[in-house]
């Protein structure tokens, strides 16, 4: 194979994350015998069936999931899309993409076949064609328990990758009955106030399910109060009785500025009246009666206060 010949390959490669495929190859007029001589020589390392990596290219989770979407003519979806969108933190142990539902499914990577997956339902991540976070957290429903699509679904609208009319709007459009993960979602939508801001944490997200496991009034979110002539936001508060609850993650209070000036706030907060409650995410996880108990104790005893 001529020099400008491999170049023109290797530019060809570098637009799909150093993949390319045998359709590419052969277009490009070389033949099964020279494509496995490539092989045997180290100069592509074969993927999926019909997709290889040019030798020397960096091999990742995005190129594996790369070479999975080129290999079924798919997107990712599911965990993988999430996974690209930060809407969870573990990359997924296969690739999991979606193909149309008469798609022929190939051996490799976790394939979806879909009915209901149209054009603005994708995007590109990272070069990567992928469903938009949307439609990722409708799929995502069918294959993660209930806390991890309502942790998913706060961090997306946190982040304003979409909003709480757009995931209701297509969640109407494809909802059918049967469909894997409208159920986890319809009850996350039905329980949702959408005025209320989104949660800005996975230590929020999990308090906000005690707190309704309790069978607890559902508390303002990111309230904003003036004490001292400064403003303070809450994440998550009882206004009415001057209640704030906090989750204190590790890595929260990264220098010792942030340290002191989070110790004059909350001493601010209770000079003015507020009872604050903290929790910790082990206290959250492992727990979550000893938390909820506190925050009720807390209520009914400013309650009891004012009546």
Not at 62 to 74: E, F, I, K, Q, Y
Not at 221 to 232: D, P, T
Request: aromatic fraction near 6%; glycine fraction near 10%.
């Amino acid at each position: 194979m001529d020099v400008v010949f491999e170049r023109r390959l290797a530019r060809r490669a570098a637009t799909q994350l150093g993949l390319i495929t045998r359709q590419q190859l052969k277009a490009s007029r070389l033949s099964r015998g020279h494509i496995a001589r490539l092989i045997a020589v180290g100069r592509l390392v074969e993927m999926y069936g019909g997709v290889y990596l040019v030798g020397g290219a960096p091999r990742n989770d995005a190129v594996d999931l790369a070479a999975a979407c080129l290999a079924t003519g798919g997107v990712a979806s599911h965990r993988s899309a999430a996974h690209l969108h930060g809407l969870i933190d573990l990359t997924p142990y296969r690739s999991e993409v979606t193909v149309g539902s008469t798609k022929g499914v190939r051996q490799g990577p976790v394939v979806h076949r879909s009915a209901d997956l149209i054009a603005r339902d994708v995007i590109r991540v990272q070069g990567i064609r992928t469903t938009n976070p949307t439609r990722t957290l409708i799929d995502l429903g069918g294959v993660v328990p209930c806390a991890v699509l309502e942790a998913a679904l706060e961090r997306a609208l946190h982040a304003r990758l979409t909003t709480f009319d757009r995931v209701v709007c297509r969640f109407f459009e494809v909802a059918r009955h049967g469909r894997p993960g409208i159920g986890p979602l319809r009850a996350l939508l039905v329980d949702r106030d959408s005025q209320l801001a989104p949660a800005e944490s996975d230590l929020e997200t999990l308090l906000l399910r005690i707190l309704r496991g309790f069978g607890l009034p559902d508390p303002v979110r990111q309230l904003v109060v003036q004490v001292g002539g400064e403003s303070f936001r809450l994440d998550v508060a009882y206004p009415e009785l001057k209640i704030f609850m906090e989750g204190d993650g590790f890595g929260v209070h990264t220098t010792r500025k942030v340290f002191e000036r989070d110790r004059d706030r909350q001493n601010l907060l209770a000079i003015d009246g507020w009872l604050p409650l903290r929790f910790t995410w082990r206290q959250l996880c492992h727990d979550p009666k000893r938390v909820g108990a506190h925050v009720l104790a807390a209520r009914n005893r400013r309650l009891r206060a004012i009546s």
